[in-house]
């Protein structure tokens, strides 16, 4: 079997060229060595840009999607050894490294015959480190919205940086990326972050938009920063990975890291984001407060509005959590409002049965029948993401106004929205406890060298993941998947489903091409490998 070192180098084998391709002098080729540049689109003609992480296979259909190093390119760094093998709190831990070869599968639930698959390397300290302490000079910047945890976040990187590694120089960039060029720093401590995870918000500041990579690279090349910790959502990830091919392309000595933020848990790969079990629990909250609204009123109905731009996870979690939902809407299943089998007449029914009911409508749910419904533009924000039409207040309005026109029934409607109450709300202990992870992993991550990956948790084990998987797609709640069933069941509503979005749904859970030819086009990539010997 094959070895991989810390810097993502393979060990004991060589690497042939491009001219040499398929040649190893008779013997069958062991590893191949994926390189692959990411055609990307724009206003300008499409460029290559060479997408730095590193596909290495092994036998049995082994296959590690591995992140860059800084070793890549700058040669002959030093190494230092480790300062947690001197560390009191690791003194009883039976292993202080993670081993090199440790990587943590993709896919867990395989067939007999199955291959071995894609796998991550594993998030951990190293035995040796690429940065001594006193040259360390780090930054944290957070972009997007608001998110519990972010403070959680920003204080277990300083507290590992500081505590593990013995880093004295943190900087926190206020307002977002633009904070790098038009803001002053704030000097972070221990003592300045001791107990702000108790807090909602970031106490370095947000903001969307910002983002120039030329002004951002040279602000940190001039404050003579070398480890950048970026947080926030896939967005802000697409960010970081271009201020990382910059700073590659400059050839700094920096290490780029990022930590992916999202309340609606729509970042792909990884088993969720921070912040998501809290959104959900304060969600009951809503969800509790309408079904008392509407089980004390006659005829009442209780509308609750939920996170939710793209992707349904708060607002099904909710649902599944509460039992107290008659009927769930998501971006991901439309629905229609008139005729057999629509909202207006399963709300009828509902109420005729119960006497009241309870809706939760995520965020992004029923866009379409809005926009058609208000004729509105396809405005944006500062994040280039479309604004959304209040689905919330439009489908109260309409089901005030069909039950007053088209029946003798008479309502009430109670319409809560506590999306920015839940934005704002300190983590809960569980979330609290996973930013710990996070911060620490990516802590070990950049003292290790490694630089433009985010990290997040596979299966339950923190890994280190290219830029480019968790940025070339969302993830979203698959409605022919068992939980969504598990939900339907739950509220007993109508699937509202029909055989297109079936069809669309299967569409999206399809596999990537599969890195098995020379050459292959896999989401926006164009692959080319070089054969191991």
Known sequence: ?????????????KVSGNNNRGNCNGRKPLVKVTHRSRVVMGSVPAVKVLAQPKVVRGDHGYVLEDVPHLTDYISHLPTYPNPLQDHPAYAVVKQYFV???????QKIVVHANSPRGTHFRRAGPRQK??????DVHACIVTCGGLCPGLNTVIREIVGSLHDMYGVTRIEGIEGGYKGFYSRNTISLTPKVVNGIHKRGGTIIGTSRGGYDNKKIVNSIEDRGINQVYIIGGDGTQ????????????RGLNVAVVGIPKTIDNDIPVIDQSFGFDTAVEEAQRAINAAHVEAESNENCIGLVKLMGRNSGFIAMH?????RDVDCCLIPESSFYLEGPGGLFEYIEKRIKENGHMVIVVAEGAGQDLVAESLRTNDDKDASGNKLLNDVGLWLSQKIKGHFKKQTEMEINLKYIDPTYMIRAVPSNA???VYCTLLAQSAVHGAMAGYTGFTVGPVHGRECYLPFYRITEKQNKVVITDRMWARMLSSTNQPSF???KDIIESDMDEAPPTQLQDDRVVDNGFVTKETTVC
Do not use: Q
Request: aromatic residues 8%; negative net charge.
């Open 99 to 105: 081993d090199t070869d440790d990587t943590i599968a």
């Open 430 to 432: 569980s979330d609290n």
């Open 129 to 134: 480190v690429y940065f001594k302490s006193d």
């Open 497 to 499: 489903i029909n055989t």
């Open 1 to 13: 079997m094959h070895s991989v070192s810390n810097s993502g180098s393979i060990v004991g084998f």
């Open 318 to 322: 909710a649902t599944l959590a509460s």
């Open 238 to 249: 697409k960010g970081a990975s271009a201020i990382y091919e910059e700073v590659r392309r």
